[in-house]
DNA sequence: CTGTTAGCGCCTTCAT
DNA sequence: ATGAAGGCGCTAACAG
């Protein structure tokens, strides 16, 4: 049993192929009778027409592509479902692309994956500014996640680090601590570089120091940095993010650290798990799942054309300060205090 | 600049775009030299096939779609990694869809994705039987995750359920437990089946009593579970899944519970933070990784048309028991021990 | 070894 | 309102 294609209905239906094809996509043009007639030999025949031809002829997949550093990381795994959830409502599906981390794949990966779709979401924080510069083009219409763009050009959506890191740091001044231990996150990484440059802001402000310590972005990363930042005398540790936070107090607990009694820690994102650690982390939320969302609506507004979709997304109600509406939507992560930050010890 | 075609590339080549594509793709029966001539000009224009016309007449699209319940859950998510990881390492690409648990929906999002693709893997633990059937043919070629095929024709990839329950029971009961209380899954679900059966047989053997009490598979099922599962009076509690347990444990910590000292709690599948839990979880680990891995092994295998592919996935050595090997390769959960379990009370 | 031609399955002017 | 015909971009016979 072949597949049936058009001309079968066609043929079936007593009419032509045109007139299949405009009834089946709902052509006001066509004589009613006939449209019932030939909705009725497709359902007979369970016809329904070739993505692929379709695509080939329409120059639209209603598939966008989206190219993650690591499947593997919960953030990106909310970005990937809020996404995927959104596009799928409006009949889009995705097309995942999992760079393993490896940078200088990533390029080709995008520009592999965009042929295959109608645009792509780029997640890419570790990508050198030039390379990503001149990748944007040819990737177009693509929009990217947690990256300032260089050109107003091209949408992006995001977390804004900056005022996460100043709401942790506050509440951690609060409580009485000067001194802090900073794990980074990868070098080269954008996020990690606005994270630092609002941390040096605000030690300006406020007379704090601040101790930099190389780190990565997970767990591992933070499990090895314990005893450097226990080095550094720091009464607090603010991780570049929620696992290597947990990395950070699970080798601490080894070692028979009181957290917060001895050391305050804090992470950044609120991944699922880090309100069940022990002590729950006190961490700024990243709104990721909102953050997938809004990278279908910027990209969904791209397709579209001009003035298309005004479609409302979410849960509309409570929207973070100056968010959604903006083609740059940057979410403001919120405070939550948990029980991994105390007041300063001595 | 618009994109240039095949044609381009034949015309500045000076040949018929019958032998740029056979020059572009590798057919030896063409003159080196010209080949060589060919690939310049393509270089030059920056040409590359239209993967979308390519597809249409190959009738293979080079990419797969895996249907999973929920993008949410670390199993699904893993599994996803590993079929994406191991389906790029032969060139494929992924289409994911997630079917937010929508039942009803499963079958027409995986009909609709299996007409982009070239084959679907799905993850579909709580489809009926008898629907899951009716659509394994419209599907094929189709491989099953986690579940028990009716037919032997198709292939499947799973945990062996059974066994992991076994063990954890086998692990409380050797610490003195005699009285359980069983969380349960979605009661529709082939998973919680199995796990059933697995707890029916050990209590026939072994004189335990078990309280089977209704559930869920996420978090807040198991923290509403807590007052129920501290009435049955257990002094051991199997949760249908990590993120059950989690639940669990959260609340009796809330209730002033002591685990492992008043009640052993123990989870399912070993996701990325049940060590981390306080306390660390006891639990049967579920190679989630690896069992995405087989899945795309089962798919390219069937992809490669008869007796194709003995690719070798993997870290090759340490396999589990008669795992790859086989064509319906059901994994055996390790169980590890960790902090939640101890001696039973009184 | 290379070029010509016929589709893959569909949509869409262009006539009628 | 309907049909005929020309592609979308590419590959695979089928001749030379």
Redesign the pocket.
């Known amino acids: 049993m072949?597949?049936?294609?058009?001309?079968?209905?066609?043929r079936l239906a007593?009419?032509?192929?045109?007139?299949?094809?405009?009834?089946?996509?709902g052509?006001?043009?066509?004589?009613p009778?006939?449209?019932e007639r030939v909705r009725a030999a497709a359902i007979e025949l369970q016809?329904?027409?070739?993505p692929?031809?379709?695509s080939?002829?329409?120059?639209r997949t209603a598939t966008i592509a989206v190219v993650v550093p690591d499947l593997g990381n919960p953030t990106f795994q909310e970005v990937l479902r809020g996404l995927s959830l959104a596009a799928k409502a409006e009949g889009y599906h995705v097309l995942v692309a999992d760079s393993a981390e490896a940078v200088e794949e990533e390029r080709a990966l995008a520009l592999d994956t965009r042929r295959r779709t109608d645009g792509v979401v780029l997640v890419a924080p570790r990508m050198p500014d030039d390379e990503l510069a001149a990748l944007l083009p040819e990737l177009a219409p693509v929009v990217l996640v947690n990256r300032r763009p260089d050109a107003k050009t091209v949408p992006t959506v995001g977390a804004d680090y900056s005022a996460g890191v100043t709401a942790l740091l506050e509440h951690l001044h609060g409580l009485g601590h000067r001194s802090f231990a900073y794990l980074a996150g990868l070098e080269r990484s954008v996020s990690n570089a606005a994270r630092v440059a609002a941390i040096e802001a605000f030690a300006e402000r406020s007379a704090i120091t601040v101790h930099r310590l190389p780190g990565g972005v997970d767990f591992d990363a933070g499990a090895a940095s314990a005893d450097a930042v226990l080095a550094t005398g720091a009464t607090a540790a603010l991780a570049f993010n929620d696992l290597v936070a947990m990395g950070l107090m699970s080798t601490l607990q080894g070692r028979g650290v009181d957290v917060p009694g001895e050391l305050s820690v804090v992470g950044f994102d609120d991944i699922p798990f880090a309100a069940y650690t022990s002590p729950p982390l006190t961490t700024a939320a990243v709104p990721t799942l909102r953050l997938g969302e809004l990278a279908w609506a910027a990209m969904s507004a791209t397709l579209g054309g001009a003035g298309a979709a005004a479609v409302a997304l979410g849960s509309g109600a409570r929207e973070p300060a100056a968010a959604s509406a903006s083609a740059h939507p940057l979410l403001v992560p919120q405070l939550v205090v948990r029980g991994s930050s105390g007041p300063a010890s001595a």
Chains 1, 2 share one sequence.
């Open positions: 072949a597949r049936s294609t058009i001309a079968d209905v066609a007593g009419v032509s192929v045109a007139t299949v094809s405009r009834a089946l996509n052509n006001p043009s066509v004589d009778a006939l449209a016809y329904s027409a070739s692929l031809a379709r080939l002829v329409l120059g």
